[in-house]
């Protein structure tokens, strides 16, 4: 099956850092990648969707320039969250999907904590 | 017209039985209905999912009932089992986009 992974599965950051959450595709060529938080106890959070090569889209309420977003191949998606504050602590998730009609595979997730 | 709605938001079953849980859309350009099994600390993972042109899917315990006429969709976990555990969520998407709409989840605890 289709695995995605991420790195770290968890950071602990001092305020006003940057950190830095890789998304690979395994075994597949993702076209299209998703970010997502997850707060603790609730359902998934669209953040962006990227395209190879292109820039990301955000959702509305999402800061771009907080959550910088690098698609530079098929298989690599990077989340840099600027300049980290305790509020965006969280639990952090991608997921890639295949070509065509095809589903999302997540990735196991990472979580971040900012002291 | 966005929202999937998601019901029970918490659900408590014996071992052997059958867990149930049910979801909601409005938008009929949805064609793709997955679900999705989510352990702590862990991501969703995808466990059946169903298009609009059948009325039910099954595969092993897991099976998804879809009702094209009042917009609605389950998933029935049959034989239901403590590792079944876990945070359940139902999604929807239109064939035109990847962006999945996410219900609320449902937590699902199965007695022993």
């Known amino acids: 099956g289709a695995v995605v992974s991420q790195h770290p599965s968890r950071v602990i950051c001092k305020s006003g850092t940057s950190v830095k959450i890789e998304c690979r595709s395994l075994?597949?060529?993702?076209?299209?990648m998703f970010w997502y938080r997850q707060f603790p106890k609730k359902s998934l959070m669209l953040m962006a969707t990227?395209?190879?090569?292109?820039?990301?889209?955000?959702e509305q309420g999402v800061e771009k320039d907080k959550f910088l977003i690098n698609h530079a191949s098929l298989t690599l998606s990077t989340l840099t969250v600027t300049s980290a504050h305790p509020e965006d602590s969280s639990f952090y998730i991608c997921s890639a999907g295949l070509a065509g009609p095809g589903t999302q595979y997540f990735g196991p997730g990472t979580r971040l904590l900012v002291l | 017209q966005q929202q999937v709605k998601q019901s029970p938001q918490s659900l408590i079953v014996q071992k052997g039985g059958i867990s149930i849980i049910n979801c909601a859309y409005e938008?009929?350009?949805?064609?793709?209905f997955p679900w999705y099994q989510q352990f702590p600390g862990k991501g969703p993972a995808l466990l059946i999912a169903i298009r609009p042109d059948v009325s039910e899917k099954k595969e092993g315990r897991f099976t998804i009932s879809f009702n094209k006429s009042a917009k609605q969709f389950s998933l029935h976990i049959m034989d239901s089992q403590p590792g079944d555990s876990a945070t359940y969520f139902c999604?929807?998407?239109?064939?035109?986009?990847?962006?999945?709409?996410f219900g609320s989840g449902t937590r699902l605890l199965v007695r022993p």
């Open positions: 938008n009929t350009a949805f064609d793709y």
């Open positions: 990227s395209n190879e090569g292109s820039k990301a889209t955000y």
């Open positions: 999604a929807a998407r239109t064939d035109s986009s990847y962006k999945l709409i």
């Open positions: 075994d597949f060529q993702a076209t299209t």
